[in-house]
């Protein structure tokens, strides 16, 4: 099992534009969360998904940012426009249903400048 | 008030020693208890989870929980340069909404 995949690992951007960050859960998991890393607040749950459908986006910090999940393979979370502030580690994790563990990709590091 | 509050560190010890990282948290509703590792540039990894009080224990690691203080530990006997990451510790009430605490960065020196 190749584990769950994100893309790119490293996104440095200009203030003002648009950000996508991709995820791949691992096959069979229900459950696909994103989180948000920084020194400051540590780990943030920003929006999960249960079955492609989005269940709780409470932690979404605002509306510049949006997440999908068109199928059970495939996520994204989008920043527009993305501001210096929004730099940080993105991490996306995914879960079965009968398990209470969650499996994190390696993250994406984004920089705003 | 966060939901749950971590010594940042950073923690330095000599290999062999015991490591003690902890935790509090104010939700008492909180029964799942957890601790990840992190390695440098790197994504989490479950390493120990309990639920509700108690002790569980996995081959040098130990886990408790003291509800009636809000309290969770992580115990590391026999510290490797290995066990060297970053410790975050976190509770849920559900398997969903997981809060994670900002880490402890642990070096163990040879």
């Known amino acids: 099992d190749a584990g769950v995949i994100q893309s790119p690992r490293h996104e440095v951007t200009e203030m003002g534009q648009e950000v996508t960050l991709r995820c791949k859960p691992i096959s069979g998991h229900d459950y696909l969360f994103w989180y948000r890393q920084t020194m400051m607040r540590g780990l943030e749950l920003l929006i999960y998904f249960n079955n492609n459908v989005p269940i709780d986006d409470s932690g979404m910090p605002e509306d510049r940012f949006s997440a999908k999940m068109p199928n059970a393979s495939f996520s994204t979370l989008k920043i527009q426009p993305s501001e210096p502030r929004d730099s940080a580690v993105y991490f996306c994790?995914?879960?079965?249903?009968?398990?209470?563990?969650?499996?994190f990709g390696p993250g994406t590091r984004l920089t705003v400048t | 008030q966060k939901e749950v509050e971590q010594d940042p560190g950073p923690l330095s010890v000599p290999e062999g020693a015991i490591v003690s990282l902890n935790c509090t948290y104010s939700n008492s509703a909180f029964q799942y208890f957890m601790w990840y590792r992190q390695y440098s540039r790197k994504g989490p990894e479950l390493l120990m989870y309990?639920?509700?009080?108690g002790n569980k224990e996995d081959g040098r690691f130990t886990a408790q929980v003291d509800k009636s203080s809000k309290y969770i530990s992580l115990f590391i006997r026999d510290s490797q340069p290995s066990d060297s990451a970053t410790y975050l510790c976190?509770?849920?009430?559900?398997?969903?909404?997981?809060?994670f605490g900002t880490g402890t960065s642990l070096t163990v020196i040879p």
């Open positions: 976190a509770t849920a009430n559900t398997g969903n909404q997981f809060y």
């Open positions: 309990t639920y509700s009080s």
């Open positions: 994790a995914s879960r079965a249903t009968l398990s209470y563990e969650q499996y």
